[in-house]
């Protein structure tokens, strides 16, 4: 199993332009997370879903949008990118809400 | 929401043992205590979660005094390789909506 794989691992945006961040997970998990962690900072809640077509708000959704069309993917979408959304960002997945989450390795943003 | 409070960073010798203590205050009834490691450029790995008393695996031990209001973790023995961030989570394992990750206590052990 490869476990949760993102897609890109870097990438540079300008102000304004848009991007999806993929995430795949192999576990057949049904909780799938985006968190954002900026430098020295702990981990933000982005979205979240509980399943395949359900997703949520989390902490600091604003300028992001998801979607969860199979068990197995769950992209971010960032439509027009601000400096503010430099950080690194980190898909998660657990079997049920609160239980072990698997993290992939995480796509660096620098938006300029 | 339950929050939670942890040191900012400690330090300690290699084999020594470490405690890290998480304060929860406002922890719920259906709350668990959950604790990640993270080292640099990865993202955060589980080490253990508990509801009460006390639960061990074969890398680390969480003690919960019987209020819940706070945690603490013990790296028995830590080497060069336990360096991280440890992150203290509280929340209901049935939902996904109130998982907060705090700043993190960041561990450096010292030859």
């Known amino acids: 199993n490869a476990g949760v794989t993102q897609t890109p691992k870097f990438r540079i945006l300008k102000i304004g332009q848009s991007m999806t961040l993929q995430c795949t997970q192999d576990m057949n998990h049904n909780y799938m997370y985006w968190y954002r962690q900026d430098p020295g900072m702990g981990l933000k809640l982005i979205y979240y879903s509980v399943g395949a077509g359900i997703t949520d708000k989390g902490e600091v959704p604003n300028g992001y949008n998801v979607s969860r069309s199979t068990t197995e993917d769950f992209p971010l979408r960032l439509e027009l990118a601000a400096p503010s959304q430099t950080s690194v960002y980190f898909c998660a997945s657990s079997g049920l809400g609160g239980e072990t989450q698997y993290f992939g390795p995480g796509t660096r943003l620098l938006v300029l | 929401l339950a929050k939670t409070t942890q040191p900012i960073s400690m330090d300690s010798y290699e084999g020594q043992e470490v405690n890290i203590t998480c304060s929860h205050n406002n922890i719920a009834t259906n709350d668990y205590i959950t604790w990640y490691q993270q080292f640099p450029s990865q993202g955060p790995r589980f080490i253990i979660q508990g509801y009460k008393t006390k639960v061990t695996n074969e890398v680390a031990s969480l003690f919960i005094p019987a209020d819940r209001k706070s945690s603490t973790l013990s790296l028995p023995r830590v080497s060069l390789s336990d360096t991280a961030v440890y992150y203290c989570?509280?929340?209901?394992?049935?939902?996904?909506?109130?998982?907060?990750f705090g700043t993190g206590t960041r561990l450096t052990v010292i030859p």
């Open positions: 989570l509280v929340g209901d394992i049935r939902g996904a909506n109130n998982l907060f």
